[in-house]
């Protein structure tokens, strides 16, 4: 790859990768036990979870068929290389004029997986004008519609700002970590109350998120979809997209 043409974007967001496209035949198994698929795929991770969130979810993507890749997975991860390769200057940039406070993005892509229609969460929080921690993880269990997907990517999202809450208040004064969502419907069910029991996985993150709100730990507000950063977490981005994501999270050149 180190010839290789590079490209503006790490995942092809026409593209979503599946079982289905693990290797055709033995002629092709036999090619992929060739191609050091899951050592690519293990630096990849490394990067993108220390230095570069912009590549996180097309490496989860890939991260996922390191038992029986195919060739399309095999392409995708050279992509990113492809990507990373056009982008060596790019790195995480904090700024002692950017805000100190720990803010917050959840944020679901309902039914993404193509296999088992599991849904995607991500979540980015950011502190001096960059990113500090960031996730991207398929969830657990299939969401019945878009609003507990965002509901449960929520749940994640608060667990992570808890975590931050008990580390700064050993510095600072303890505040409430203010939490972006861009789902209406899960917003108005962790403040309002306006909750339809259905299953027990939802009914647990319910009283979890109602009780942390309720006891100031956390604060949510609705942010527009265009200016998620988390957006970027949880589905591949056309180029325009991918390079506002870059900024929203503080990657630069």
Same mark, same amino acid.
């Given at each position: 790859m180190a010839d290789a043409k590079p490209v503006s974007i790490p995942a092809d967001p026409s593209v979503r990768l599946g079982k289905s496209m693990g290797p055709n035949g033995p002629e092709e198994e036999a090619e992929m036990k060739k191609v050091p698929f899951k050592e690519a795929v293990g630096c990849l991770s490394f990067t993108a979870q220390v230095t570069r969130p912009d590549i996180s979810y097309a490496v989860n993507a890939v991260s996922q068929f390191c038992s029986n890749p195919g060739r399309q997975h095999w392409e995708a991860v050279k992509k990113i290389i492809r990507y990373l390769k056009g982008t060596t200057t790019n790195k995480l940039e904090y700024s002692k004029r950017g805000s100190s406070e720990l803010v917050g993005f959840s944020d679901a892509d309902w039914g993404g997986d193509p296999d088992n229609r599991r849904s995607t969460t991500g979540y980015v929080f950011t502190m001096q004008g960059g990113a500090i921690s960031w996730n991207v993880k398929k969830q657990p269990t299939v969401a019945l519609s878009s609003c507990e997907?965002?509901? @449960?990517?929520?749940?994640? #999202?608060?667990?992570?700002? @808890?975590?931050? #809450?008990?580390?700064?208040?050993?510095?600072?004064?303890?505040?409430?970590?203010?939490? =972006?969502?861009? +789902?209406?419907?899960?917003?108005?069910?962790?403040? +309002?109350?306006?909750?339809?029991?259905?299953?027990?996985?939802?009914?647990?993150?319910? =009283?979890? &998120?109602?009780?942390?709100?309720?006891?100031?730990? &956390?604060?949510?507000?609705?942010i527009p979809t265009t200016d998620q950063p988390a957006d970027g977490f949880t589905k591949p981005l056309a180029v325009q997209k991918q390079q506002q994501f870059c900024k929203l999270v503080g990657v630069t050149d």
């Open positions: 997907a965002e509901y @449960m990517a929520l749940s994640r #999202t608060i667990q992570e700002a @808890m975590w931050w #809450t008990n580390l700064r208040s050993q510095i600072f004064e303890e505040e409430p970590v203010l939490i =972006h969502c861009d +789902n209406q419907g899960a917003i108005s069910i962790a403040g +309002n109350g306006a909750y339809n029991p259905r299953t027990k996985h939802v009914s647990i993150r319910y =009283h979890f &998120v109602h009780e942390s709100l309720k006891e100031g730990a &956390v604060k949510v507000k609705y």
